[in-house]
């Protein structure tokens, strides 16, 4: 099975498209589609973060330690997928407070949470 991209699609064509075809030769990460698409899920989990007003001290090569090429592909929106969660929420996305982990253990883990409080 090929990789697709999760943020931009393989071909854009027809009117009304936005966008370029992706140009491997012209990526910061080499021609690796994994790495190109890891590279800018982190910018965007930064913007993000930024855009919250939350404290964000990951650097790439921390995300990409976190996030195995395993987990990256398993990544989504269903319960057994994965996503990136902070520890002990609200005190920031560094390295000690975050772990990649199911979306059903993150969904268990926010309502213990609130049982606790």
């Not at 698409?37 to 982190?42: A, E, I, L, N, S």
């Not at 910018?43 to 395993?70: G, I, M, P, V």
């Not at 990256?72 to 057994?80: F, I, M, P, V």
């Amino acid at each position: 099975m090929e990789y697709k991209f999760k943020y931009a699609p393989e071909t854009i064509g027809g009117p009304g498209k936005r966008g370029r075809n992706p140009n491997p030769d012209t990526w910061q990460t080499g021609p690796c589609r994994i790495a190109h698409d890891k590279h800018y899920g982190f910018l965007k989990h930064k913007a993000q973060a930024s855009y919250r007003n939350e404290e964000h001290t990951l650097t790439l090569e921390q995300w990409e330690t976190l996030w195995t090429d395993e987990d990256w592909l398993a990544r989504g929106r269903k319960s057994d997928n994965m996503c990136m969660q902070q520890r002990t929420p609200g005190d920031g996305w560094h390295l000690s407070n975050v772990e990649v982990v199911s979306r059903r253990k993150h969904f268990s883990d926010i309502k213990r949470r609130n049982r606790d409080v």
